[in-house]
């Protein structure tokens, strides 16, 4: 039996030797390790032989055992480095060759703006609406209290589109969204509306024909001025840092009554520049103040043609143009760059993408 089971040892190891790969490795293995195979036989037939002889019988055979399955372990540890270099031979990457890089776009800055003035209103429970940018002459003019000779309703100022007669405008401002959203929900509304509007105006350094705005409006029981002036005050401080200061200057707008131009204090000379010709601003002109936007109470009129009870209800209403908000910001001296379609200036600006 001795000779026979070294046999089978020498056999199953040169099985084992041959195999190349696993799969090889894996048939060897039943061959000569599994149920049927010549050693799992003899170990069966153990119990054919006499008492005496079943214990040393036993003994060699499980040693024969121990020596095929060291044999096959250590060949399959040999096969598993061998298929892994193979593997990550096939697989490498000459880190060396030339890549091809894309170039990584950005957004556009008034964009970026526009995703932080919404944030700050969001945050505050307002909602954000759009609407169409070519919008019903009555709604862009007539439901906000403009006059039928008011100057901004003449072609030299704004853009009707064709044929005339239709009364369909470029929208010169985003108040049409506001007063779309006074005819179809319930009050109160607080709602932020950015977008872009169009004038009839010159492509030049400090003018464009199409540029952007955000607007804010706002109708409940028994707001005042006082809530516009906190709102703004709020803006100004999540925009410019928290001791930027705001002041309104009277002014006129059909759309409100009382009206009035907003102005934030000088971000970058902070009033030291006023009465200094040694350290003048050119942000700000000397000045010590910016002008941001106009703003006011909701005229009654403007609520009535919405059908709103202005013995119930009153508001305040704001509007701001964001390519020059972001001029303030970042230095930019020339409008005409927003429309460029420049990348590296929106990196330059908006701080690469979002």
Known sequence: MSTELNRMVDEATRAFTNATTMKELKLAKTTHVAENSPVA???????ELP???????GQAIGAARSQISAAYAQREAELE????????????????????????GALHPVTRL?????????????????????EAEWLNFDALNFTPDHPSRFMSDTLFVDPPE?????????????MRTLLTRDLPVYIVVP???????????????????????????????????????HLARAMFGSETRTRLRPHYFPFTEPSAEIDIDCFICHGESVGNPDQPCRTCKSEGWIEWGGCGVVNPRVLAAAGIDTNVYSGF????????????????????DF???????????????R
């Open 317 to 336: 209403a704001f509007g701001m143009g964001v390519d020059r908000t972001v001029m303030f910001r970042h230095g930019a001296s020339d409008l005409r």
């Open 41 to 47: 036989l003899a170990n069966r037939s153990i119990a």
């Open 339 to 353: 429309a460029e379609g420049d990348v590296r200036f929106s990196r330059q600006l908006s701080g690469g993408s």
């Open 195 to 233: 977008g872009k509007t169009y004038r009839a105006d010159e492509y030049d350094a400090t003018h464009l024909p199409v540029f952007h705005q955000l607007e804010g409006l706002a109708v409940d029981k028994g707001l005042s001025m006082a809530d516009l002036k906190g709102t703004l005050d």
């Open 51 to 57: 008492k005496e002889d079943r214990k040393s019988a």
């Open 114 to 134: 526009f995703y932080d003035l919404t944030d700050v209103f969001v945050a505050m429970g307002w909602e954000v609406m759009e609407g169409p940018e070519a």
């Open 166 to 178: 239709n009364h369909l405008v470029m929208r010169t401002h985003t108040s049409p969204v506001q």
């Open 81 to 104: 480095v061998v298929e892994l270099e193979a593997r990550l031979a096939g697989e490498k990457v000459d880190v060396t060759l030339p890549a091809s890089l894309r170039p990584q």
